[in-house]
């Protein structure tokens, strides 16, 4: 079973993600900021990192960058409520699997993060974008 951790400062988010991820049959462990997931990531082992792109005051692509350095083996994974060309670019850039839209449905998010859980550990992944219809 993979393991997720789950970076979010919306507290109500965090705790439908981690209901979401749970009943999927995903192990996830949710936090608040780029400081307790740097922390976490010290002392225990995780095969993917969905990470929201503004994390309160902290820069989701700033932790990515910093977690791409030390942690190459980990599947990312960008959330965010608006994906404009410059972030994808920049997330692509980092190495993030996947950009994916808050507004898609939950389905189509536990969807795209369970397909990857089960990719962890492969050397390559292609990354994509996945937005809302619309967006």
Not at 35 to 48: G, H, M, N, Q, Y
Not at 104 to 120: D, H, K
């Amino acid at each position: 079973m993979a393991r997720v951790l789950h970076v979010d400062d919306d507290p109500t988010l965090r705790r439908a993600i981690q209901r979401l991820f749970r009943r999927s049959g995903l192990r996830v462990v949710s936090v608040a900021s780029a400081a307790e997931a740097e922390a976490l990531l010290e002392c225990e082992d995780f095969d993917l990192a969905v990470i929201d792109h503004q994390i309160g005051t902290d820069d989701g692509l700033e932790l990515i960058e910093r977690l791409a350095g030390s942690r190459s083996e980990l599947v990312i994974i960008l959330l965010s409520g608006s994906i404009t060309r410059l972030v994808e670019q920049r997330a692509c850039e980092l190495g993030v699997a996947r950009c994916l839209s808050k507004a898609l449905p939950a389905s189509q998010i536990v969807g795209e993060v369970a397909a990857l859980a089960g990719m962890s550990g492969i050397v390559s992944i292609a990354p994509r974008v996945v937005r809302a219809t619309g967006s």
